[in-house]
């Protein structure tokens, strides 16, 4: 299985930007929830938005609600992180993770990772 995570770049602060991540290889998509994590230097990599096998259930950090929305098209492969008022906080390189059955908020569950994409807020 491989992930491919796409989308990021430079924006100011308040603008939108939407990351994608597709999946490859010999899998049931339909079955499978996939998270999103990001990385600051020097700090750990932290939760910030999950989606359930189907795409009916979400799970997000409290400092996204409102403002990020997740979502999944089994018919693509692909999950998307639709990220709006972006703050300069929100700067950090962008993961997503797969996993079979139940979404979660726990990095260990998710054994494939995408190689990550740079979001930038400029205040």
């Known amino acids: 299985v491989q992930l491919q995570a796409s989308g990021g770049g430079s924006v100011q602060a308040g603008g939108s930007l939407r990351l994608s991540c597709a999946a490859s290889?010999?899998?049931?998509?339909?079955?499978?929830?996939m998270a999103w994590y990001r990385k600051v230097p020097g700090k750990e990599r932290d939760f910030v938005a999950t989606?359930?096998?189907?795409?009916?259930?979400?799970d997000y950090v409290d400092s996204v609600k409102g403002r990020f929305t997740v979502s999944k098209d089994n018919a693509r492969n692909t999950v998307y992180l639709q990220m709006t008022s972006l703050k300069p906080e929100d700067t950090a390189i962008y993961y997503c993770?797969?996993?079979?059955?139940?979404?979660?908020?726990?990095?260990?569950?998710?054994?494939?990772w995408g190689q990550g994409t740079q979001v930038t807020v400029s205040s």
């Open positions: 993770a797969l996993k079979s059955g139940y979404h979660s908020t726990l990095q260990w569950q998710y054994p494939y």
């Open positions: 290889g010999h899998i049931d998509f339909f079955t499978y929830s």
């Open positions: 989606i359930g096998e189907s795409g009916g259930r979400t």
